[in-house]
């Protein structure tokens, strides 16, 4: 199935999506990443260089191969540009339903027939999106894990609309650029691993708001006790609590479970803009040292 994929699009340019962009160049693959904004890909751009940058002085890539890597990459702000001529869409824009469907809209006619669109959603699975494309059973999730550059597991989830055909070729360009594709043949909101992610999260933060332990402690336990890289918190501060809170709203108003609703602590953090790493403060407060709350 490799050979069914030749050119890959990229919707978003966002913390995701540009990374998701670069594995694919990386793997072989000419790719197109594509974003409204201009600054936005133009952000992208110096992130990526900046990454590879580093990837080179780390010998883990020679300099002759992010220069291949970044000649099959280009940047557009034009939708049609990027995805008419693409074998398989990758969609990586906000957590919102209604964006999305109308991102899978325009897709579903700006795209080719055989052309698989597949929506990176940490959350929404993609029968939600699949009714407005005319082309079903090439929709699926292909979801990637924050940082891609890092993260090895890609959760490819079929509707039961999707092909065997769209999974297999999905799964292949995964293998192609070094990811481990993992196939779930049921949908369920929020798939395997940020489930079981957010019931840790839950547990975390029920124990801290209880005052059981510091949050700082629980962190701790979980990186000592259960071996976990990171704990919760840190984690929740990496992500972006706003990303948390968008999963979690999610999650919320398509189940109704109110163990699923955003919890107060983390509400109040966004409200404020508090977001974790990328503004600073989060659960933690990266602007001293040590990165203490």
């Known amino acids: 199935m490799n050979s069914d994929v030749k050119r890959i699009a990229v919707v978003g340019a966002g913390q995701m999506g540009h990374q998701i962009?670069?594995?694919?160049?990386?793997?072989?693959?000419?790719?197109?990443?594509?974003?409204?904004?201009?600054?936005?890909?133009?952000?992208?751009q110096e992130s990526l260089q900046g990454h590879m940058e580093r990837w080179v002085g780390k010998g883990r890539?020679?300099?002759?191969?992010?220069?291949?890597?970044?000649?099959?990459?280009?940047?557009t702000n034009s939708l049609e540009d990027a995805v008419s001529a693409a074998d398989l869409v990758i969609?990586?824009?906000?957590?919102?339903?209604?964006?999305?469907?109308q991102v899978f809209q325009q897709l579903g006619t700006l795209t080719q027939g055989h052309t698989i669109l597949a929506t990176n959603s940490s959350t929404i699975v993609s029968s939600k999106?699949?009714?407005?494309?005319?082309?079903?059973?090439?929709?699926?999730?292909?979801?990637?894990?924050?940082?891609?550059?890092v993260m090895n597991c890609v959760e490819v989830v079929m509707s039961e609309f999707t092909s065997q055909e769209t999974a297999d070729a999905v799964l292949a360009v995964c293998e192609r650029?070094?990811?481990?594709?993992?196939?779930l043949r049921k949908e369920i909101s929020g798939f395997v691993a940020n489930r079981i992610l957010g019931a840790l999260q839950r547990e975390a933060v029920a124990l801290y708001e209880a005052g059981v332990a510091d949050f700082k402690d629980i962190d701790t336990i979980c990186q000592t006790a259960l071996n976990h890289p990171i704990g919760p918190f840190a984690l929740m501060d990496l992500s972006g609590l706003d990303v948390v809170q968008f999963v979690m709203?999610?999650?919320?108003?398509?189940?109704?479970?109110?163990?699923?609703?955003?919890?107060?602590?983390?509400?109040?953090?966004?409200e404020r803009g508090d977001l974790g790493r990328k503004t600073g403060k989060g659960w933690y407060d990266y602007t001293t040292e040590g990165g203490s709350k």
């Open 61 to 75: 890539l020679s300099r002759e191969d992010r220069d291949v890597a970044f000649g099959r990459l280009q940047f």
């Open 177 to 183: 650029i070094g990811r481990t594709g993992v196939l």
């Open 21 to 44: 962009a670069m594995l694919c160049a990386l793997g072989g693959f000419e790719t197109k990443l594509q974003d409204v904004s201009d600054s936005a890909l133009r952000r992208a």
């Open 129 to 149: 999106l699949a009714d407005v494309t005319a082309k079903p059973d090439k929709v699926c999730n292909m979801h990637f894990f924050f940082p891609p550059l």
């Open 249 to 270: 709203q999610q999650q919320y108003e398509e189940t109704g479970d109110e163990d699923l609703k955003p919890f107060a602590g983390l509400v109040e953090r966004v």
């Open 91 to 101: 969609e990586a824009v906000v957590e919102k339903l209604p964006v999305k469907r």
